[in-house]
């Protein structure tokens, strides 16, 4: 088993480029959430999917940032434009949905994001 | 909306000695889950609680949900080095597949 498979791992990049981070789920997962993670706000739930659907995006900080999930093995987050206080770890995750709400999450390696 | 708090935020404790962290919702859980996170790492999947007052233990450490299901402590008896990392206590609420992860517990053993 692969696991969540993120790409890239690190991403320099000067303030006002586009980002694109990119996560292949476990498979068979059903569920794909992306997260964010920095010293001061901690790990913080950005949006998740359920069978491709976007859920809940409630976590997503403003309108430079989008979720996109074509098919049950592939998601993106893009950021555009980027700037510095965007400079985080970014974890996708997945699960398999219970239906029950037991569900178990199995984290991607995540992506070191610098923005200049 | 709903928070889950943990306390303490950082412990740093000589290696032998025991460590625990508490774990507090503001909401009533379906279940908590408990991850770690080795330093440069992701969050892995220790365990789940599902049943009010339910405690399990994993070797050296021993998970406990409170009775009213808010609330969850982590216990490792005899820290080693090995023990390093942040640990997090998770939540569902209801049946969603969301998880509201708890603010982390980083600790750090010396020898």
């Known amino acids: 088993d692969a696991g969540v498979i993120q790409s890239p791992r690190h991403e320099v990049t000067e303030m006002g480029q586009e980002v694109t981070l990119r996560c292949k789920p476990i498979?068979?997962?059903?569920?794909l959430f992306w997260y964010r993670q920095t010293m001061m706000r901690g790990l913080e739930l950005l949006i998740y999917?359920?069978?491709?659907?976007?859920?809940?995006d409630s976590g997503m900080p403003e309108d430079r940032f989008s979720a996109k999930m074509p098919n049950a093995s592939f998601s993106t987050l893009k950021i555009q434009p980027s700037e510095p206080r965007d400079s985080a770890v970014y974890f996708c995750?997945?699960?398999?949905?219970?239906?029950?709400?037991?569900?178990?999450?199995?984290f991607g390696p995540g992506t070191r994001l610098t923005v200049l | 909306g709903q928070q889950v708090m943990q306390i303490p935020q950082y412990q740093h404790v000589q290696e032998g000695e025991d460590f625990t962290t508490y774990c507090n919702s503001s909401?009533?859980?379906?279940?908590i889950q408990w991850y770690k996170q080795r330093p440069g790492g992701h969050p892995v999947f220790l365990i789940q609680l599902v049943k009010s007052g339910e405690v399990k233990k994993q070797k050296r450490l021993t998970f406990q949900f409170g009775e009213a299901k808010k609330n969850s402590s982590l216990h490792i008896t005899a820290t080693q080095t090995t023990d390093v990392g942040t640990y997090f206590c998770?939540?569902?609420?209801?049946?969603?597949?969301?998880?509201?992860f708890g603010t982390g517990t980083r600790l750090q053993v010396t020898l």
């Open positions: 498979s068979g997962h059903n569920s």
């Open positions: 998770a939540g569902h609420t209801g049946t969603a597949s969301k998880l509201t």
């Open positions: 995750a997945s699960s398999f949905r219970t239906g029950v709400g037991t569900d178990t999450q199995y």
């Open positions: 909401t009533t859980l379906s279940n």
């Open positions: 999917f359920n069978n491709n659907v976007p859920i809940d």
